[in-house]
């Protein structure tokens, strides 16, 4: 038994050896003096000077930031009003329809790249505009809307049906039921979808590849830098994502932590009332 | 009287609103119809259709001459998801038997290289395999180099090397997938582990089943709705990649993926041949889909955590 289970573990380190050596390598030649990806001559933080002062790199990233707060924050708007519509459907429609929904997210990125750059192009033609910004947004809200529905169709299953009733006859409308208490009630799942949403537009490359036209992304320029000359600016700007991911990975995780012990608390405090 | 009134409204009421409640969703539904169904028709339509504008089947006919990156791609993206399996399954059963606090430090270790861009993934390989790279670099440090060399000096016309062939081959394509892709393996089947009732565990082994016959007869089964979900996120991204075989491959190995962004982007421009590639593609994925749903009903939020 002991034995077996050390078995496992050795093969989890080496995975995580293996998950793990390739990004610390990167960021170790981040601060290397010269341009060699392999040889250590020295202690820098030019790099990192030159990837600020790097305007296509700049404004690559404004690109990408804006379009991921924008689709981020208009895919978590449409999600959410669709999950509930979603959720009062008879399930002969709904079934269906989130059928649909979850092409994208099912579908290999390549596919839903190159057919939205179809339905571009050819929409283009007839309404005369090209591929950049809106194309680039549009694509992102539709491969983010998915990922928020799917955060909050499980929470509102979790809602208790008389609260909607209860909230009518006490003389709630529609539009304020929803407002007023369906939305705070959801708003764990409408958080986390946003988020998804967000780090989905960020991380994205391939779909914003075939619909950006001639805007760049971060992702875009990466690639191309990849390509192109190899420079330690793209391990510069891999060290600042991996640190930013990190630092907002453990927030989250403290502030789940938190909200874990508050309901732990509150879980006692009811228990101690009966 | 009024009672009875009152009750109609809220009747009626309860109808309008309803239908109201299902009318926010209209939106959404014609955004998707607009841009998730038409695109995928339009690439339908580019895929039996010629530049002209008629129907043609020649898209289709020109796919043979590209069987081999067919082939290929099928080929690079199974093995890549079969050495997904075999490291992902044991690394997802070690990570379930520990306590739910390191758990929970291992899940996020797992996930956190996914969240780093997977452009800088793949090109944090690049520097690892190159001819002059840090393995080339450490494998001749070691003496490897020399060893074979003295081994060879003997032969006739032998040429020492100074460093193994690592990068722009079909090996570094399937690392790359592998390394991309192994925590979409991972995932899924951990989370389906650490549901299996401990007590069905017990019962087995008080029935007399040993380690190897519990794990044969109660956890694989019970598990495999997550393989298969992980062999499908895996494979999925896999054979349609495109950038890990540019990055790694060094533009040697074509894949579908390649194939498919020549056709749109690059100096090939034939979207009605690309079209074609990727309706075909589409096709092996609803395979793919319709395997893993006949399995694993229900378990795609197992796949999102």
């Known amino acids: 038994m002991r034995r077996r289970y050390a078995g496992g573990k050795f093969l989890t380190t080496l995975t995580f050896i293996f998950l793990y050596l390739p990004i610390l390598v990167l960021i170790i030649f981040s601060f290397n003096s010269t341009k060699s990806r392999t040889i250590w001559s020295g202690f820098t933080f030019d790099w990192y000077k030159e990837l600020f002062s790097d305007g296509a790199i700049m404004s690559s990233l ?12 208009i895919a978590t708007v449409i999600g959410t009003f669709a999950a509930i519509g979603f959720y009062n459907m008879k399930r002969q429609w709904r079934a269906p329809l989130l059928t649909v929904n979850n092409i994208p997210m099912v579908n290999a990125d390549i596919i839903t790249g190159v057919s939205l750059s179809l339905l571009f192009v050819s929409a283009g033609a007839i309404l005369r505009f090209e591929l950049g910004f809106g194309t680039l947004l549009i694509a992102h809200i539709s491969f983010n ?99 930013v991911v990190l630092i907002l990975l453990i927030i989250v995780n403290v502030r789940e932590a938190r909200q874990m012990k508050a309901v732990e608390k509150k879980d006692k405090i009811l228990k101690g009332a009966d | 009287m009024s009672n009875q009134n009152s009750s109609l409204r809220r009747k009626a009421s309860g109808f309008w609103s309803r239908n109201r409640k299902k009318a926010i969703a209209y939106p959404y539904v014609i955004w998707m119809a607009v841009f998730v169904v038409v695109p995928i028709i339009l ?21 043979p001459e590209y069987a081999g990156v067919f082939w290929r791609s099928l080929w690079l993206a199974l093995v890549a998801t079969a050495i997904c399996l075999l490291i992902g399954y044991p690394v997802a059963l070690a990570i379930s038997r520990m306590t739910t606090r390191s758990q929970r430090i291992m899940m996020l270790l797992i996930m956190l290289p996914m969240w780093i861009n997977f452009l800088l993934r793949t090109y944090a390989w690049m520097s690892l395999l190159e001819n002059t790279g840090l393995i080339n670099r450490a494998l001749g440090a070691i ?88 062999i499908t996120m895996v494979f ?27 056709q749109f982007l690059g100096a090939a421009y034939n979207p009605h041949l690309g079209s074609a590639i990727s309706l075909i593609m589409m096709l092996i994925v609803v395979i793919c889909m319709s395997i893993m749903n006949r399995f694993g009903e229900g378990e795609e939020q197992a796949v999102l955590i």
């Open chain 1, 62 to 73: 404004e690109v990408t930031l804006l379009v991921s707060v924008l689709a981020a924050v």
């Open chain 1, 145 to 243: 809307v998915p990922y928020v529905i799917l955060s909050v169709m499980p929470k509102l299953y979790q809602l208790d049906r008389n609260l909607f009733e209860a909230a009518q006859d006490l003389g709630c409308t529609w539009f304020k039921t929803i407002y007023k208490v369906i939305i705070p009630e959801v708003m764990p799942g409408i958080i986390n979808g946003m988020l998804i949403a967000f780090t989905m537009s960020v991380d994205d490359f391939v779909i914003s590849y075939f619909t950006a036209g001639n805007v760049q992304t971060l992702s875009m320029t990466i690639y191309a830098m990849t390509r192109r000359r190899i420079s330690p600016k793209i391990n510069a700007i891999s060290t600042l994502l991996f640190a």
């Open chain 2, 43 to 63: 690439v339908a339509v580019y895929a039996f259709t010629s530049s002209a504008g008629a129907f043609t089947f020649d898209n289709f006919r020109t796919i």
């Open chain 2, 143 to 230: 003496g490897v180099f020399d060893l074979i060399n003295n081994l060879n000096s003997g032969r006739a016309g032998y040429v020492p090397i100074d460093h193994f062939q690592l990068i722009n081959t079909n090996g570094a394509v399937i690392l790359g997938m592998v390394y991309n892709y192994l925590p979409f393996m991972i995932l899924p089947i951990h989370s389906v582990i650490i549901k299996i009732d401990p007590f069905v565990i017990e019962a087995a082994q008080d029935l007399g089943a040993d380690h190897g016959k519990v794990f044969r007869k109660v956890i694989f089964p019970l598990s495999l709705s997550g393989v298969i979900s992980g």
């Open chain 2, 236 to 262: 999925v991204p896999s054979v349609s990649t495109f950038v890990i075989s540019k990055l790694l491959g060094g533009g040697t190995t074509l894949l579908l993926g390649d194939l498919i962004e020549m």
